[in-house]
């Protein structure tokens, strides 16, 4: 099965820290996703990599910035947090190449709360 | 504009009825995917069914099928047989045509989900 794990399934920060949140996947998957999940907002994409050393801004990337060193590897950075980056985020990850059917593959989840 | 719009922000059912959850998109490529997850209180987010722009029939997982009305660009999905752990949010997403030419990277936009609740 595949596994993608984030690093902590709860943070507490203080405005202007900086935040990593880490996600990993064992299924040596090329792309790989992170989004916001807001009530009553769904699923918002922050920013996508498809290749290792490669990403795309998503709809919503300001405040955020990505790295994506290794394959199995993606960060997700707050260089600022700031109180209305208090959500939830969820990591993806899906194997590339032409499989458009390829679903997502999610992390369990990261609540930050921004003080 | 939103290119996923899920119009019931809260569903109730009975318990052993079918439930129809409503899903709309917008989009202009030919070549187009629709997903249908779940997400439980639990929080982990489960892939149920997937439909692709150019498949004929509908798309069919067990209790879950997805009526798919292109002409509409509706991508409903139906559960039979509701049960109890059925009580979930529901969440319609969609897979455009890969951003990069040649490749096959796309991203899935995310509607902002049906709460379903299933009644004893």
């Known amino acids: 099965d595949v596994k993608v794990t984030q690093s902590s399934r709860y943070l507490v920060k203080r405005t202007g820290e900086k935040v990593f949140l880490e996600c990993v996947q064992d299924m040596d998957h090329e792309n790989m996703f992170w989004y916001r999940q807001d009530p009553g907002l769904g699923l918002r994409l922050i920013y996508f990599s498809y290749d290792v050393k490669m990403k795309e801004k998503g709809d919503i990337p300001e405040g955020y910035s990505v790295s994506r060193e290794k394959k199995e590897r993606f960060s997700l950075i707050l260089e600022s947090a700031s109180t209305n980056q208090t959500s939830m985020y969820l990591c993806a990850s899906r194997i590339g190449g032409a499989l458009f059917t390829g679903e997502l593959f999610f992390g369990e989840g990261s609540r930050l709360t921004v003080l | 504009a939103q290119k996923i719009t899920q119009t019931q922000p809260g569903m109730f059912v009975q318990e052993k009825e079918a439930v129809t959850l409503d899903c709309t998109y917008d989009t202009s490529d030919p070549s187009y995917g629709l997903f249908w997850y779940k997400q439980p209180s639990s929080g982990e987010m489960i892939f149920l069914i997937y439909q692709g722009s150019y498949d004929q029939q509908n798309a069919t997982e067990g209790r879950y099928s997805l009526n798919f009305q292109k002409a509409r660009k509706s991508a409903n999905l139906v559960i039979s047989a509701s049960q109890l752990g059925d009580s979930a949010m529901y969440f319609c997403?969609?897979?455009?045509?890969?951003?990069?030419?040649?490749?096959?990277?796309?991203?899935?936009?995310f509607g902002k989900g049906t709460l379903l609740t299933v009644n004893p």
């Open positions: 997403a969609m897979r455009e045509a890969p951003f990069n030419s040649g490749g096959s990277n796309y991203k899935l936009t």
